[in-house]
């Protein structure tokens, strides 16, 4: 059975996560596993995956990037499935398909893992040294706090006699971030 596994980090890119669904279901895979998730983060849907593949299967993703961040957690994800008999197989390989069936497909991918994972690490440097750039230039300011503008106004509708959760509701904003300006304001 070809089991399918599809995600992405932000809720924003819908797009991309049916864009995996559709390559996926049009592989022939049976059984779908989508979330919408950073890598970083604890995948329940992943680990589903993998409780679920039996042997014989074959865990299908698009892209390496959507399995695993690092050649360790790549590594250990192929163990984990190569220990219940269950192949790997990335769909969009340089115009071709990986598959860890092969003694070459899994050379193939612990080496393309060690590259995805330095091209990550340079590029997060690259992004440090252009933010310091542009702080020294006094280019960067970094995100805006939103909820501190509305100070005012969370003051405001606290003395009328609302309660942090009305307020939080009304001005779109977290309790946490209400009972924060209030706390700084007492």
Known sequence: MLIGYARTSQLHQRAGLEG???????????????????ALAHRPELQNALDYAREGDTLVVKRMCRLARST????????????????????????????????????????????????????LER??????KAKQEGRFKGRQPTARRKAPQVRELRQSGLGASEIAMRLGMSRASVYRILSEAA
Do not use: H, P, W, Y
């Open 20 to 38: 995996q669904v559709a390559d996926l279901e049009a592989v022939g895979c049976e059984r779908l596993f989508v979330e919408q998730v950073s």
């Open 127 to 132: 992004q440090k040294i252009g933010i310091a």
């Open 72 to 123: 360790v957690e790549m590594l250990q994800i192929i163990a984990k499935l190569e220990a219940k008999g269950v192949g790997c197989r990335v769909l969009d390989f340089g115009g071709g398909v990986l598959d860890t069936a092969s003694a070459s497909g899994r050379l193939l991918i612990t080496v393309l893992a060690a590259v995805s994972e330095a091209e990550r690490t340079m590029m």
